[in-house]
C-alpha cells in the first residue's frame, strides 16, 4: 500500500465534523413537518413527545448543572425597578455554550409540531424545565430572552390547548418579572391576553396579573432618562397594553372586575389585584414621560397607545371605558399636547410626524375646543420671533377645522379631506417650519418642561 492510499484510507476513517447548529434546528424543523403531515392525528402527540425526549433530558441536565439559586439576604436591599439584580449569573451564557442552543432546539419543536394538544403536552412537560432556568440564570439577559422566545412559542402553538397551564403560567411570568425586569416575560403576557382575555372565566385572574405587571413596569419608566435607558421595556409594556385595550379592554378598563389570583404569589401588587383599571394611570404617566424617547419601536408603540385608547370604537367594545379613559387622561392632556407638538417642532425625528399628528387629532376630536386651548397655550410659549403669529394662528385654524368635522362626522382616515389628513398636513407644515429656522436646535426647548430638559 503507498503511503498516498494509506493517508486517504486513515482521512476516511475519521469521525465526520459536527454539524453546526443552526443545521442541527434545520434537521429538527424538517423532521416536524415531516411528522406531523405523514402519520394520523391520534399519533402526532406520542411522536412528539418521543422527539422532546431526547432534547429535554439534555436540557434538564444542563439546568441541573448551574448554579443553584442564590438564597435571599434580608440584609441586602434589593435592587431598583429599572435595574435588576445581578446574581453571577451574568457569564453564564458564556460558562455554559450547551445550554441556550438546547433551549432553541426545544423551541424548534414548540414551532413546527403543528397541532396544539401535542405542544401543550410537550409544553407540560417541559414546564418545571423552563422554570428552573428562569431561576437560576435571572441574572443572564440572554438566557432569559432565549427561555422567552421559547416559552413564547410554546404558548401559541398550544393556543388554547394551554387553559389548563394558564394559572402556572402566570404564575411564572409575575415572578420572574418581578425577579429581573426582563420585558420579554411582557410580550408572553400579551399573548396570553390576546387569547384568553376575552373568556369571562379567565378575566379576573388575567387582569390581576396584567395591571401588577404593568404597574411594576411603569415604575421603571418614571422618566425620559429611564425610559432611554430601558427602550425595550418600554415597548414591551406598551405592546402589551395596546393588545389588551384591542382584544380585552376589560383586563384594563374595567373598574367592576375584581381580580382574585388563584394563589396569594400572583398578587405582587395588592392594589392592582382587586382594580384593573389602576394600571391606567401609572401607564398615562409613564407615556407622558416618555413620549419623547428617541428608539423607534418604543416611541410608536407609546403613540399607538394613546391613540388607540381614545378612539371612540372602545365605548363600543367596552360600555363605559370612555368615560374612565377620558377622567383619567384629563389632567395630562395639557402637557402631553405641549410635548407632542415639542415632537413635531423637533424633539422627534419626521419619522414619527403621522403619529404624532394622529395623537393631536384624536385628542381634537375627544375634547374639541379644549384640546385647542392646550394648543393655543403651547404655542404661546414659542416666541413671535421664532414662530410668527401669523403661522401659529395657521396651524390653530387647522385645528379648528378638524374640530368642525369631528363634530360633525365627517371624513375618515383613508379620507384625504378628513380630520386626520388636514392635522397631519398642518403638523408637517409646522415641522418645516420649525426645522428651517436657523434656531432649530433651540425651538423644541421652549416647549419641554424643566423636568425634561
Known amino acids: 500500500m503507498t503511503p498516498a492510499a494509506g493517508a486517504s484510507i486513515a482521512q476516511q476513517q475519521q469521525p465526520p465534523p459536527p ?9 429538527i424543523q424538517a423532521v416536524c413537518i415531516a411528522t406531523c403531515k405523514c402519520l394520523p392525528s391520534a399519533q402526532i402527540p406520542q411522536a412528539a413527545a418521543t422527539l422532546l425526549e431526547p432534547i429535554l433530558t439534555a436540557a434538564q441536565a444542563a439546568t441541573a448543572q448551574l448554579p443553584p439559586v442564590p438564597s435571599p439576604n434580608p440584609a441586602i436591599p434589593s435592587a431598583s425597578p429599572a435595574q435588576p439584580a445581578a446574581t453571577g449569573a451574568h457569564s453564564l451564557h458564556a460558562t455554559h455554550p450547551y445550554l441556550a442552543p438546547l ?49 413564547r412559542l410554546g404558548v401559541k402553538g398550544a393556543a388554547r390547548a394551554a387553559d389548563p397551564l394558564l394559572p402556572s403560567l402566570l404564575e411564572m411570568l409575575a415572578l420572574h418579572f418581578k425577579a429581573t425586569r426582563h420585558s420579554a416575560f411582557l410580550y408572553i403576557l400579551s399573548e396570553l391576553a390576546k387569547m384568553f382575555g376575552r373568556e369571562p372565566t379567565h378575566v379576573p385572574l388575567l387582569a390581576g396579573i396584567t395591571a401588577s405587571l404593568l404597574l411594576d413596569a411603569c415604575a421603571s419608566l418614571r422618566t425620559l432618562q429611564e425610559a432611554t435607558a430601558n427602550p425595550d421595556l418600554m415597548d414591551d409594556t406598551y405592546l402589551l397594553a395596546n393588545r389588551v385595550v384591542s382584544y380585552a379592554p376589560r383586563l384594563l378598563l ?37 413620549v419623547l424617547i428617541q428608539h423607534r419601536e418604543a416611541c410608536c408603540s407609546v403613540l399607538n397607545f394613546l391613540m ?78 421664532v414662530v410668527s403669529q401669523a403661522d401659529k394662528e395657521q396651524l390653530l385654524g387647522a385645528a379648528s377645522a378638524a374640530v368642525t368635522l369631528h363634530a360633525s362626522g365627517g371624513g375618515g382616515k383613508s379620507d384625504p379631506t378628513g380630520p386626520e389628513r388636514l392635522m397631519e398636513g398642518a403638523i408637517d407644515d409646522f415641522a418645516d417650519l420649525c426645522r428651517q429656522h436657523r434656531r432649530r436646535f433651540y425651538l423644541p426647548n421652549w416647549l419641554l418642561p424643566l423636568f425634561f430638559e
Request: with cysteine; aromatic share 4%; proline share 7%.
Open 254 to 290: 374595567d373598574p367592576t372586575v375584581m381580580a382574585s389570583p388563584a394563589q396569594p404569589s400572583l398578587a405582587t401588587n395588592p392594589a392592582a389585584a382587586l382594580r384593573p383599571d389602576a394600571a391606567l394611570g401609572a401607564l398615562l404617566d409613564s407615556a407622558t414621560a416618555g
Open 308 to 385: 388607540r385608547l381614545l378612539q371612540p370604537s372602545l365605548e363600543t367594545a367596552l360600555p363605559g371605558a370612555q368615560a374612565l379613559v377620558q377622567s383619567t387622561f384629563l389632567p395630562r392632556a395639557p402637557l402631553l399636547t405641549q410635548l407632542l407638538l415639542a415632537g413635531a417642532a423637533g424633539a422627534l425625528p419626521l419619522a414619527r410626524l403621522v403619529e404624532v399628528s394622529q395623537v393631536l387629532s384624536a385628542l381634537l376630536q375627544t375634547w374639541g375646543t379644549q384640546a385647542m386651548g392646550w394648543m393655543a397655550a403651547a404655542l404661546g410659549m414659542l416666541p413671535d420671533p
Open 19 to 27: 454539524l453546526a447548529e443552526d443545521d442541527v434546528q434545520l434537521i
Open 103 to 151: 433551549v432553541d432546539r426545544l423551541a424548534c419543536l414548540f414551532a413546527y409540531i403543528d397541532q396544539r394538544e401535542a405542544v401543550a403536552r410537550m409544553l407540560a412537560a417541559s414546564w418545571q424545565m423552563l422554570n428552573e432556568l428562569f431561576k437560576r440564570c435571572a441574572g443572564d439577559a440572554r438566557i432569559i430572552e432565549r427561555g422567552c422566545r421559547c416559552l
